[in-house]
């Protein structure tokens, strides 16, 4: 009997993968419209509504350096109908940070796939005196703590970038959170925030037209998006090598064959070549994989920025 009920159940969980999805599917995206995971939300969105031919809706749930969205998702029924399009600081930096995360990100999420990747840029408005890399470091040493940085949350990518910089350079600046890259470089272009690690796509515009100054990449080669700007890695400091990432996820209790199959679509959604270049042209690199893949890329991330969380002593503010 036990047998016979085990068979029936896997066959109704393989039947529901079949069928999956018979109704419109949320995707949570934990930072605002026109921000960086919005837009690779957005385009993964489309391309899922249009294998599955069901509808595929962005809910942009923001605050709190994406714990909101986040614990959203960890919180909504593990059926497959909603979904969690979000970046380093949620699913794998924030439970370093913060004492009292109200989720908790291993135990409560599932990848599905890493999306995209992309190296930061390190901007300045051009009212601060250094027109290099070097010369910002000094600055930073020169002025202890009377310089701003932005970043778009505690936990990401732009912020603990940022603290390992002053964690090696020995030097102090204050730490600005905005939801999302548009209202930070706003307060850029007013004068208001003196720096700012970002994604290529969300500073380039303005570092073209001369608004804000780019002194580095966080790679270890230049970027093909922004060539002019030297790289961490010839600047001779390649510890700095910081990519800003995008994963999709779902609730931890998510059959297994419905996160297979959305795995399996969104791999090739995402190799699609025009995909491709559409993200590329904004810096992005598509690096859509397997959930074993993901899995351990969490990890690994997750393990390299405790450390520098606990070397630099960065905090949620």
Same mark, same amino acid.
């Given at each position: 009997?036990?047998?016979?009920?085990?068979?029936?159940?896997?066959?109704?969980?393989?039947?529901?993968?079949?069928?999956?999805?018979?109704?419109?599917?949320?995707?949570?995206? +934990?930072? +605002?419209?026109?921000?960086?995971?919005?837009?690779?939300? $957005?385009?993964?969105?489309? $391309?899922?509504?249009?294998?599955?031919?069901? !509808?595929?809706?962005?809910?942009?749930?923001?605050?709190?350096? =994406?714990?909101?969205?986040?614990?959203?998702?960890?919180? @909504?029924?593990?059926?497959?109908?909603?979904?969690?399009?979000?970046?380093? =600081?949620?699913?794998?930096?924030?439970? !370093?940070?913060?004492?009292?995360?109200?989720?908790?990100?291993? $135990?409560?999420?599932?990848?599905?796939?890493?999306?995209?990747?992309?190296?930061?840029? %390190?901007?300045?408005?051009?009212?601060?005196?250094?027109?290099?890399?070097?010369?910002?470091?000094?600055?930073?040493?020169?002025?202890?703590?009377?310089?701003?940085?932005? @970043?778009?949350?505690?936990?990401?990518?732009? !912020?603990?970038?940022?603290?390992?910089?002053?964690?090696?350079?020995?030097?102090?600046?204050? !730490?600005?959170?905005?939801?999302?890259?548009?209202?930070?470089?706003?307060?850029?272009?007013?004068?208001?925030?003196?720096?700012?690690?970002?994604?290529?796509?969300?500073?380039?515009?303005?570092?073209?037209?001369?608004?804000?100054?780019?002194?580095?990449?966080?790679?270890?080669?230049?970027?093909?998006?922004?060539?002019?700007?030297? @790289?961490? =890695?010839? %600047?001779?400091?390649?510890?700095?090598?910081?990519?800003?990432?995008?994963?999709?996820?779902?609730?931890?209790?998510?059959?297994?064959?419905?996160?297979?199959?959305?795995?399996?679509?969104?791999?090739?959604?995402?190799?699609?070549?025009?995909?491709?270049? @559409? %993200?590329?042209?904004?810096?992005?690199?598509?690096?859509?994989?397997?959930?074993?893949?993901?899995?351990?890329?969490?990890?690994?991330?997750?393990?390299?920025?405790?450390?520098?969380?606990?070397?630099?002593?960065?905090? +949620?503010?």
């Amino acid at each position: 009997m036990r047998w016979a009920a085990l068979l029936l159940a896997l066959g109704a969980v393989a039947a529901q993968a079949q069928t999956y999805p018979a109704k419109p599917v949320r995707m949570i995206v +934990p930072y +605002p419209a026109g921000s960086t995971p919005d837009i690779v939300g $957005r385009t993964l969105a489309e $391309r899922l509504q249009k294998a599955f031919g069901q !509808h595929f809706l962005v809910d942009n749930r923001t605050g709190a350096a =994406g714990n909101i969205g986040a614990e959203a998702a960890a919180r @909504s029924a593990p059926d497959g109908y909603t979904l969690l399009v979000a970046v380093n =600081g949620p699913v794998a930096v924030n439970k !370093h940070l913060y004492k009292d995360l109200p989720y908790d990100p291993e $135990r409560d999420l599932l990848p599905i796939s890493l999306l995209a990747r992309a190296p930061q840029m %390190l901007v300045v408005r051009p009212g601060i005196p250094a027109q290099d890399f070097r010369a910002f470091l000094t600055e930073l040493k020169r002025q202890p703590g009377r310089l701003s940085y932005a @970043s778009v949350g505690s936990g990401s990518a732009s !912020h603990l970038t940022m603290e390992l910089l002053k964690s090696e350079a020995g030097a102090f600046a204050v !730490h600005i959170p905005y939801r999302g890259f548009p209202p930070a470089v706003t307060d850029m272009l007013g004068g208001s925030i003196d720096a700012m690690f970002a994604t290529i796509p969300a500073v380039l515009p303005q570092v073209r037209a001369g608004k804000l100054r780019g002194l580095a990449v966080t790679s270890l080669e230049r970027s093909a998006a922004a060539p002019e700007i030297p @790289s961490v =890695g010839e %600047l001779g400091y390649p510890q700095l090598e910081s990519l800003a990432w995008i994963g999709l996820l779902a609730p931890s209790g998510t059959p297994s064959p419905v996160i297979a199959r959305l795995s399996e679509v969104t791999m090739r959604s995402m190799s699609a070549p025009e995909v491709r270049e @559409s %993200l590329g042209r904004q810096g992005f690199d598509v690096v859509a994989g397997s959930p074993q893949e993901f899995a351990r890329w969490i990890r690994a991330e997750s393990e390299k920025w405790a450390k520098v969380i606990q070397a630099s002593g960065a905090t +949620p503010d």
